[in-house]
């Protein structure tokens, strides 16, 4: 008997654990609903590469840090582009999917984004700071990042020899992320408490704030994909980028009420069903 419905293969890795989030239950959640319109199989990021000729499209979601599996990543993506594969978030993000070099581009482009250098001799373009942010360029979920005292990180920046970045550390009034499916806004999300950075409550983002995550949303040109809009409130009231979140951006959809997750729900169908069409 032929397929009659789109066959997408769904990579996560339901056993990552992450600080203050549960990654699997939202993609339990999203597969729950997904498997409505699709046929559909989970698999593990490390399977992913010999599983794709079976599938008309590749959902890439909670896969955890590509650090955990990189040999197993650059093939998946080797192999989705000899053959063609439709994935989704498409592979050509410039954001987190390839790095953190971003962050230094973006700076010297002007963009509104926290100031970020890459060697010791450029730390003078930096504001003064008590304290930076020294974190990898390769890093993700936090993984690497430490807080160094002024009166070290030149020391520290050279010692790492070009594989860091270099922030200062901003003292913001909140992180608010917003959340793009591929490139319509759907909700935006605040915490309210820097100190709990995963405690998020619905945010009413203002037109100017929209216009300043479309800029990034934009710039990135990923046509197919949830993109994810990390931004501090500065002190000045203004909002300057934190990340940029064009992999497998977590989507905290317990944060939204039930309408929100049906609303999401039904604009990454019709965002599949348009991959599919392409």
Known sequence: MPFTRPRVLYVTDLAYEARGRRYCDEDIFLTSRLREDFDLALCH??????????????????SGPVLGYRAAYDAFRERAAERGTRVYNQLTGRADMAGKQYLLDLTEAGYPVIPTVGRAEDLHRLPAADQYVVKP??????????????????????????DVLVQPRVDFAHEISFY?????????????????????EPYDATPEDLDFARRFVEWNGVD?????????????????????????????????????????????????RRLLEA
């Not at 490139?183 to 100190?195: I, N, T």
């Open 137 to 162: 360029k390769l890093g993700a979920d936090s993984t690497g990042l430490r807080f160094v005292p002024a009166d070290r990180v030149r020391a520290t920046v050279r010692a790492d020899a070009g």
């Open 180 to 200: 793009f499916v591929d490139h319509d806004f759907q909700y935006a999300l605040y915490a309210p408490h820097p100190e709990r950075r995963w405690r998020l």
């Open 45 to 62: 990021p490390r399977d992913a590469a010999a599983l794709l000729d079976a599938f008309d499209a590749v959902v890439v979601r909670n």
């Open 224 to 272: 197919h994909g949830i993109q994810r809009v990390d931004a501090c409130r500065a002190p000045g009231g203004e909002l300057l980028l934190v990340e940029l979140e064009d992999l497998n951006p977590y989507l905290s959809l317990d944060a939204l009420d039930e309408a929100g997750r049906d609303s999401f729900v039904t604009a990454l169908r019709a965002a599949l």
